[in-house]
């Protein structure tokens, strides 16, 4: 069996992005595991779970290829979320010599001469379910399901998918997300019970984004977060003032001050933005190319988000619309060029597949966590080796714990107790929450006429990565936020992690030389939960870098006395520690 169809040029992992560092011309191993897992069961159905920028589309093209060149089918039929996704999905089947067309409406009856196959919209099947049944019955068809998850979002839309593809040959569902907010079961999808009762997909194949990141195949991904104080008006004429995230509020408190924070006529956003666009500038000194990307709430905030970026940046962004019919090749002229920003409303975020897309703001308000993880989904894809990715977003609490459980893998539950489960699926107040949230012209319109936002401040709060915090907060402009915004844009997870806790430790010591303690005379009393948690940081770095080397730990730790003197770590003080932990940062990032 020949690599490619017909002999054709050979996909990239990737597609539509560049391979990922070390994978040219190769299957990823996790594409190569799944292929021969499907291959060894050659089931009719497959679910293959596989985290945003994985090569999804690659590993669902060979086996396309596979499967037609064996004669086990003769068409080929991919559904997509959107019509640009159609568009993206033919032109990578074109490279592999599979002719997929992305016209077919539903009035013309039959696809185009010389194509195998069309591709089409989750919609555009459930409105005509027959046609495509009929498509199906008439060839051994596969049918590519892509982002699954869509299939259960409206009763008519489940029905209408297995009506269509009920008499397929095979079926190969995809999907990044495979879990949604309701319990709307996903056509073609297995449910096992578990010990609890509660039915849960059970994927052919999973890989996930923390196996993804440490195979190098994702982006490490820090969440930049962002407090502030704002003040707002109710609807009953009271003003209310409160700091973005403060613990203490109720919910409807944390949603206003959110939304006042949003607000284009305030302070905060202008400023995060200003931010955003200064980490852009620090990736862009190693990636040239790289883009941002802002998600909006809706048109009217998309619009005065795009006018705030030309004011900062001299360059007019990029506005991608919803019901904007350039849409498609607005995207693919902003993928193709190396302008700075691009705007979205938030419907489109799981379109918008821009493989230079390193950093983003998080300006919605739109907080579950089937959107988050698609949004960030926009940032995480690899091309090479060391590329970061930076995600700006309000210091809330719901987003706070979706940013810190990155790499947490769930399941679509089918049934859910009237509390919350121990993964943290679901409760009745949030799917109250999540259901306002899929209806955003009601949602929109009903939060803005409760109150008015009167006024806001932006302050940097924190950075999240690999589930640790990090900064101690500071001013907007700050040295104390510069530490963060100027981190290298050229760094893998290891060295991320290193560099993070260097910045917060050297935070740290300034902020003690500034206190009016720093000053006063004082006997040198050791602080001993400060010393250890420095021997912790040293003994988890000293571990990376053996992990890194394959040096000994023990090796590792007597070439930092040798380099930086002192005594072993048990009898170390602070400054020996701190020197120590700034010498192996330099191993990381390559100064001896």
Not at 271 to 276: E, F, K, P, Q, R
Not at 337 to 350: G, H, I, L, P, Y
Not at 392 to 410: H, I, K, T
Not at 466 to 473: A, M
Request: charged share 25%; hydrophobic share 40%.
């Amino acid at each position: 069996m020949t690599e490619t169809l017909f002999g054709g040029p050979t996909l990239p992992p990737a597609y539509p992005e560049r391979a990922a560092w070390g994978t040219a011309q190769k299957l990823r191993a996790w594409q190569q595991e799944a292929l021969d897992r499907y291959f060894t069961a050659q089931p009719k159905d497959f679910l293959a779970v596989a985290t945003p920028g994985a090569g999804k589309t690659t590993f669902a093209l060979r086996v396309a290829s596979m499967l037609i060149e064996s004669g086990a089918v003769n068409r080929v039929t991919i559904v997509a979320p959107t019509d640009h996704l159609k568009r993206q999905w033919a032109d990578a089947a074109a490279k592999v010599g599979i002719a997929i067309d992305p016209n077919f409406k539903n009035a013309d009856g039959q696809h185009g001469r010389g194509f195998i196959g069309v591709a089409v919209t989750y919609a555009q099947v459930a409105s005509k379910p027959m046609l495509h049944r009929a498509k199906t019955e008439a060839a051994r068809t596969l049918v590519i399901l892509d982002e699954i998850h869509h299939g259960g979002e409206a009763l008519s839309w489940g029905d209408g998918l297995r009506e269509a593809f009920d008499p397929a040959a095979r079926r190969l569902s995809l999907t990044g997300t495979p879990f949604r907010s309701d319990t709307s079961p996903i056509p073609f999808v297995e449910y096992a019970e578990d010990r609890d009762g509660i039915r849960r997909s059970k994927a052919d194949y999973t890989y996930g984004y923390g196996n993804a990141l440490r195979d190098h195949v994702v982006r490490p991904v820090m969440f930049m977060a962002y407090s502030g104080q704002m003040r707002w008006r109710t609807s009953a004429g009271e003003e209310m003032a409160a700091s973005l995230g403060e613990a203490a509020v109720t919910k409807d408190v944390t949603s206003q001050a959110w939304r006042t924070a949003l607000n284009p006529a305030g302070e905060w956003i202008p400023a995060v933005l200003a931010g955003a666009d200064k980490r852009l500038s620090e990736v862009r000194r190693t990636v040239p190319d790289a883009g941002g990307l802002v998600i909006a709430t809706d048109h009217e905030d998309a619009r005065a988000y795009a006018g705030q970026l030309k004011k900062i940046t001299g360059e007019s962004p990029t506005v991608i619309l919803s019901d904007d019919a350039k849409a498609s090749s607005k995207i693919e002229e902003f993928t193709a060029s190396d302008k700075r920003w691009m705007v979205a409303v938030r419907m489109v975020s799981e379109g918008v597949d821009v493989p230079r897309l390193s950093v983003g703001v998080y300006a919605t308000s739109t907080s579950t966590p089937l959107f988050f993880a698609q949004a960030v989904g926009r940032f995480v894809r690899a091309r090479k080796r060391g590329e970061t990715a930076s995600v700006f977003l309000p210091s809330v609490p719901q987003l706070m714990a979706l940013a810190n459980s990155m790499e947490a893998e769930r399941d679509h539950a089918l049934d859910r107790p009237e509390k919350e489960d121990g993964d943290g699926l679901f409760n009745p107040e949030d799917s109250l929450i999540d259901e306002a949230n899929r209806e955003e012209k009601a949602s929109d319109s009903l939060t803005k006429g409760k109150f008015e936002a009167l006024d806001s401040q932006a302050s940097f709060d924190r950075v999240l990565f690999d589930g640790g915090e990090f900064g101690t907060g500071g001013e907007v402009g700050s040295e104390d936020e510069m530490d963060f915004l100027g981190i290298p844009g050229l760094l893998d997870a290891e060295q991320v992690g290193t560099l993070l806790r260097q910045r917060q430790h050297e935070q740290q010591s300034r902020k003690k030389l500034r206190s009016p303690e720093a000053t006063a005379p004082a006997a040198a009393v050791p602080d001993h939960r400060m010393l250890m948690d420095l021997r912790n940081e040293l003994a988890k770095n000293v571990a990376a870098w053996s992990a890194r080397t394959g040096t000994p730990h023990g090796v590792v730790h007597t070439k930092l006395r040798t380099v930086c003197g002192g005594p072993p770590v048990a009898q170390a003080n602070e400054e020996q520690l701190q020197s120590r932990l700034r010498k192996l940062q330099d191993w990381f990032i390559g100064r001896k």
